[in-house]
């Protein structure tokens, strides 16, 4: 099956500095999401980003799907940052299921 | 707030016994999944439904099973339970329409089993 590889595996960071994670992927996908999943087990969604580049706020995530990565831009970081960031694909059509990574563990101390 | 709402969100029973977990998906989605996420395991998906049929199976044991209904809530029954299926259930949704297929997760049953 297909893998999501996630990276890196754990993160901690300085409130205020900026960070890059990584989400490479083994084969062609429908889609991609990245998801925060907070400190209470909250699951949210970031962005649906199957290609291109997308920004919210001071996140940003960028997809290359004929190089099978995708990447999330944290800008100017804070402690509600902190939490696990998954990327998951999409793939078995349109209504395939989610594949997750393994994630990666951010901490943002003060 | 995605629009997926999950009950309970707190278990806690015995081993052998058995629990049902209820999902209501955003409305208009048709596509209902599950999902575990334990703490050695990560999300591991369970199972998905369409519109009451069954549409993949993942990783999902024999003593559990899910049901999709005619107004489109599903639950995810767990039986003879074991210590190990202790863990935090996802529900998630999507909808059946053009290529934004976003899936939305709800906020999670935790299950303890002791």
């Known amino acids: 099956g297909i893998q999501v590889e996630q990276s890196p595996p754990d993160l901690i960071l300085q409130e205020g500095a900026n960070s890059t994670l990584r989400c490479n992927f083994s084969?062609?996908?429908?889609?991609l999401q990245w998801f925060h999943q907070n400190p209470w087990g909250q699951l949210i969604n970031l962005f649906y980003i199957p290609s291109g580049t997308k920004q919210n706020g001071r996140l940003s995530a960028t997809t290359v799907a004929t190089e099978r990565y995708s990447l999330l831009y944290i800008s100017s970081s804070q402690t509600t940052d902190s939490g696990v960031y998954f990327c998951?694909?999409?793939?078995?059509?349109?209504?395939?299921?989610?594949?997750f990574g393994k994630g990666t563990k951010l901490s943002v101390k003060p | 707030d995605s629009g997926v709402t999950q009950t309970p969100k707190h278990l806690i029973t015995a081993t052998g016994q058995r629990v049902t977990l209820r999902c209501s998906p955003r409305s208009g989605d048709l596509s209902v999944y599950w999902y575990q996420q334990s703490l050695d395991q990560g999300l591991q998906f369970l199972i998905q439904y369409y519109n009451g049929e069954e549409r993949a199976k993942g990783n999902i044991l024999e003593r559990f099973s899910a049901q999709q209904f005619p107004d489109l809530h599903s639950e995810l029954n767990l039986s003879s339970l074991e210590l190990g299926d202790s863990a935090l259930y996802f529900c998630?949704?999507?909808?059946?329409?053009?290529?934004?297929?976003?899936?939305?997760f709800g906020e999670g049953s935790w299950l303890t089993v002791v």
């Open positions: 998630a949704s999507s909808a059946h329409r053009g290529s934004q297929n976003t899936i939305y």
């Open positions: 084969d062609s996908v429908n889609n």
């Open positions: 998951a694909v999409r793939y078995g059509g349109s209504q395939g299921n989610l594949i």
